[in-house]
């Protein structure tokens, strides 16, 4: 499945240097932040640019805890983005009010514990050679509770967007972030589940990343296609009223 994992950075390099024009005009700074933090944490998902990274963070496994922050901060970004594209103000002040944050910093305080008790041990991408109960599966689980916790924010204002009557290609992308956000809710199983299954676990998270930038690249299309028919509405005003 290495072959996923190098496909979906791919896309996910190219998404966030396609937006580097606009966030140098100092717009939509947020989404392109997100696919080039999005590109990093895939990447430290490979055995190689892994241990190379490990290695300059001193080769105990700490890049694995730096990608499970960046985690936690690519999925607060994501859904604060999604919360604002389909008007879910009840699931932005929930995210960035005293609970969601809260939840936050306990989530975090817990990752670290749980990572310094599951000990020492050899720079290996995914944690692989950890295995001291109950810390090194709590450590795992840790690391998708809060992601999942930003999609269940935004679940409904998701579901209500795909199903409500209007423009075609906003329906279909909250359709498609939607089923992400399912997929990142089902990949909390991913660490009870057999070695033999670590296809099926690189499916379900690939899947969710892929799922999740064909959606928000869907809304970054769909707000370029509102921005041109305005201005070519105001053009055409202009030219039936050029006193105005």
Known sequence: MTWLAWATFAVTAVLALVRVPDAVR????SL?????????????????????????LGG???????????????ALLLALRVAAAFAARRAARLLTGPWGLGFLAACSALLVVSFVLSGPGASAAGFMGHDVWPWTPLYGTLGRVY??????????????????????SLRVA?????AGYVLLAISNIITVLPAEALSLAQAINYGTILFVCAGLALV??????????????VGRNRVKNPHS
């Open 32 to 56: 392109c932040a997100f696919f080039a933090l999005l590109a990093f944490a895939i990447l430290l998902s490979l055995p190689g640019p892994y241990v190379a990274t490990d290695a300059l």
């Open 60 to 74: 105990q496994n700490f890049a694995n805890l730096l990608l499970r922050f960046i985690i936690y901060g690519v």
């Open 147 to 168: 992601p999942s916790f930003t999609g269940i924010a935004v679940l409904p204002a998701l579901w209500g967007a795909a199903g409500r009557p209007g423009r075609a």
């Open 174 to 178: 909250a359709a498609l972030l939607w």
């Open 220 to 233: 970054w299309l769909s707000s370029l296609a509102a921005r041109r028919r305005e201005k070519v509405s």
């Open 26 to 29: 100092g717009r939509n700074r």
